[in-house]
């Protein structure tokens, strides 16, 4: 399909004749292979109305007015592909959908409210009571502590084990694990696990592997392709990357499990709403440039941070320090923008040098143009146990920092004159 065969006079169209052209030109855009990834970040997932806006129209509402009672009753049969609700489908929510499942080479994609209804969606559709989940011990804090504090009372049971080590994984496979649920880069060691030797795991006991890729993005990794069956992110993050919306998404290998997670998050009622999946759409279109100076200014600022006197231990995908480096080579296409270190004065010194930052922001949370920096055993993962924490290698010492895109001259500036007061 070539695409002069579109060079056409849209205004002459019919409005069925346009909606044609449009899912034609949908379908050209969404073709890996004609395409670059940037190129599919603009264009991949729009869709187009009679007006010919240029971005995704918010379709702010709840609900739907059908053509007919007859075509109301298609709706609910699932013969036709009209809009019924928006907490069953929208089409702006669904553009975002489409682009997501396309950027991480999957059937589908399932827009949530946040990173957390997303873990959740999946728990509740692929546990049952007396099911198991083997997990990274580092995962994100309220993704765990929800497991252990609230889903073990309807029988979910839970392993969390360091998944950098794969004979670690093994061992805390059982007859009753249905799960294995890994976040690589881990929050907020860094460590990296290898998603290819999961997947043949996961694949010998008929296991689901499911990942977390909030930290890399769909641009620097696919965990489809390296053999996941689920992949998904906190939106929040990287993929809007303005700090400014909570969302989720998921994303399925194939129809089936999209069928299954869909009807979950349908009876949960924790669809994203039309504005915020806007946002998420605008905030996309520079997932590329804007991962691209993150992770240049982090590189930087992690060589900084290794080379300074005061500064005890750096973990970044990006140095050769790093336990995992020629792993992270060769599934990431980049090291990322988050680094955690520990200073030689400890928690006490941390606290110093995190109050006097005057450029990097003293906040939760990462992916964001503005630099982010946060003390995770008090504050992201302060639910988990002490116990837990330590042998996930979350230290009293550890800060978190995510890199964004200011000058990485002032970075740099600004941790010289915090760490000058140490």
Known sequence: ??????????????????????????????????????????????????????????????????????????????????????????????????????????????????????????????????????????????????????????????????????????????????????????????????????????????????????????????????????VFHSMTKFINGHADIVGGIIVTKEKAMYDQLRSMMINLGCNIDPHQAFLVIRGLKTLGVRMERSQENASQLATYLENHPKVAWVRFPGLHSHPQHQLAKEQMRGPGAVISFGLKGGYEAGKKFLDNLQVALLAVSLGGVETLIQHPASMTHSKVSAEDKLTAGITDDLIRLSVGIEDVKDLIDDFDQALDKL
């Open 1 to 230: 399909m070539k695409l002069q065969r579109f060079n056409t006079n849209i205004g002459s169209l019919s409005l069925n004749s346009f909606i044609t052209f449009a899912k034609n030109l949908r379908k050209l855009l969404m073709k890996k292979e004609n395409s670059g990834f940037n190129t599919r970040l603009i264009h991949a997932g729009s869709i187009s109305d009679k007006f010919g806006s240029a971005t995704v129209p918010i379709y702010q509402t709840s609900t739907f007015i059908f053509e007919s009672a007859d075509e109301g009753a298609r709706c609910f049969a699932g013969e036709s592909d009209g809009y019924i609700y928006t907490r069953i489908g929208n089409p702006t929510i669904d553009a975002l959908e489409r682009q997501l499942a396309i950027l991480e080479n999957g059937y589908g994609g399932i827009a949530v409210s946040s990173g957390m209804a997303a873990a959740n969606t999946i728990y509740l559709s692929l546990l049952s009571q007396g099911d198991h989940i083997v997990s990274t011990d580092a995962v994100y804090g309220p993704a765990r502590n929800v497991v252990v504090k609230q889903w073990v009372r309807f029988g979910f049971h839970s392993t969390y084990v360091d998944t950098t080590d794969i004979e670690a994984i093994k061992k805390a496979i059982r007859p009753n694990t249905k799960v294995l649920y890994i976040e690589t880069p881990a929050n907020p060691t860094m460590g990296i696990t290898d998603l290819v030797a999961c997947a043949e795991i996961a694949k010998q006991h008929g296991i689901i592997l499911v990942v977390d890729n909030t930290f890399c993005s769909p641009y620097l990794q696919n965990p489809l392709d390296l053999g996941a069956d689920i």
